[in-house]
């Protein structure tokens, strides 16, 4: 089977590159490709080709094209995403399935003789972890040898001895999940307290609206910063005030929308006027979400509370304690950073454990066990 993908990130740049793999890589780029010299291409391996791609005769883009690997063809065109999906268009007429670049990845280290799903996996997400720290994570993790080893020893082992290995291995993943991933923070807390100034503070720009007025910010609004080795996407939510839900179907909608949020994300930045009381606001909204909170007292400039365990004075408009605040959010998700060496890391892996920490038979728990190391990505 021949499958082709496009390599670079979507939308327009200088360049993109499609890549070609399988047996009949050679073939189908051949029959889409008209060499500046006239003449066919071997597309030996480290030879750079230029020539047109082309549609049923009609040219799409001058581009270059060279063989990487065995079976393996990369074809740089340019950038404007109506050329690459032409491009695409050509080669899946040509008899290329397209697919995305991930699957891509795992057929390649396949046809490389590579079998266990969690090392192809560990592969992929490698390439696509937001830090270091979390590339490190994957890569010096043993989940594989791990499974392959309660196969080995199954005879001998109960299902509460995997079952509850499993059950470590899952809580010692979540806070690798944060290094290798994005975080979700929700700003939430009552209305006028500086949640869109502290949004607008982390991303370094005016991305909300900031005014005076209680119920600035209806619809939520996203941005993007770094806590450390993490890569936090915020949301700047409606101020949660339950007293308006019935004012207005904008308002009903935008304080369903801030509470949506809420269960959806990983941390609630909790953000507090410092200078006014709380007494209103209702905190069993946040309590119930069940997540991890910071409690944020803002405006600090105005006045400071005193510090509690989890809370920090911060002023949003100043940057007064924002580097502290940015340190407690790592804290509370990833601790001391220390990951443990056997962790899963991707959602298939996670899938999988948690049947297996509610399986009751030793034969399906074998048979789970056989699906983490060779299921299908
Ligand atoms: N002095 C002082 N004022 C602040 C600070 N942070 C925000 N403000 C002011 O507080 C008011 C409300 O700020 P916003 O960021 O719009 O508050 P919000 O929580 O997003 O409000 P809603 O969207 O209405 O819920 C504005 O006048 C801000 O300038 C701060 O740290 N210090
Ligand atoms: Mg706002």
Known sequence: MTMACVSTAKGAAAIAVVEVFGSGAVDVVRSIFQSDTGKPCAFKESVIYTGYVTDDGEIIDHVVAASTEENAIEISCHGNPLIVEMVMGALSKAGAKLVDAEKL??????????????????????????????VKAIAANDLSAVACDWLKRIDSLTIDDIKDKCKDILSASEPAKYLIGVCRAVIAGPPN?????LLNFLCGREKAIVTDIAGTTRDWVSGTCRAGDLVIELFDTAGLDASIIGESAIDGESQRRSRQLLNECD???????????????DFDIITKSGKKVITIFNKSDLGEMPGEQGSINISAMTGAGIDQLMKLISDVLVGNGQIAKTICFTERQTAILKRITKCD???????????LVNGEI
């Open 361 to 371: 038979n030793i034969k399906s728990t074998k048979d789970l066990i056989k699906e």
């Open 105 to 134: 990845i795992a057929e390649k280290l396949i046809a490389k003789g590579r079998t266990n799903s969690i090392e192809i996996e560990a592969e992929i997400e490698k390439l696509k972890a937001v830090s270091m720290a979390g």
């Open 193 to 197: 307290s500086g949640k869109s100034t």
């Open 267 to 281: 941390i609630v930045l909790l953000v507090l006027d410092s200078t006014q009381s709380a007494d209103e606001f």
